[in-house]
Nanobody
Framework: QLQASGGGLVQAGGSLRLSCAAS????????MGWFRQAPGKEREFVAG????????HYADSVKGRFAISRDNAKNTVYLQMNSLKPEDTAIYYC?????????????????WGQGTLVTVSS
């Protein structure tokens, strides 16, 4: 199971750090991703990280502003979000899958957390 947290209301230009805690003993065997879904829009890829954290991949819209990381000892993946914009407002979901095959899309990920809401005010 995946449990996302850390969402909230922030002003444009601000920062938030999302966390996603995974249960179980095999966290390091999974590729982890963050996705988001804004009202009326499809779920979109935000960031992904390989099993050991050695490789990351970002959507163009967040490159240079967001950073994904993981701590396999804590079974947790993070998303540091800086320089937030109103268009970043969405429900953010963490997801897990066995394989790493960019471009990463939602259909590739088999396990999902419940989502955490991020609202960026202008």
């Amino acid at each position: 199971q995946l449990q996302a947290s850390g969402g909230g209301l922030v002003q444009a230009g601000g920062s938030l750090r999302l966390s996603c805690a995974a249960s179980g003993r095999t966290f390091s065997r999974y590729v982890m991703g963050w996705f988001r879904q804004a009202p009326g829009k499809e779920r979109e890829f935000v960031a992904g990280i390989t099993w050991s954290g050695g490789t990351t991949h970002y959507a163009d819209s967040v490159k240079g502003r967001f950073a994904i990381s993981r701590d396999n000892a804590k079974n947790t993946v993070y998303l540091q979000m800086n320089s937030l914009k109103p268009e970043d407002t969405a429900i953010y979901y963490c997801a897990a899958d066995r394989d790493w095959s960019p471009p990463l899309v939602a259909a590739d990920f088999g396990s999902w957390g419940q989502g955490t809401l991020v609202t960026v005010s202008s």
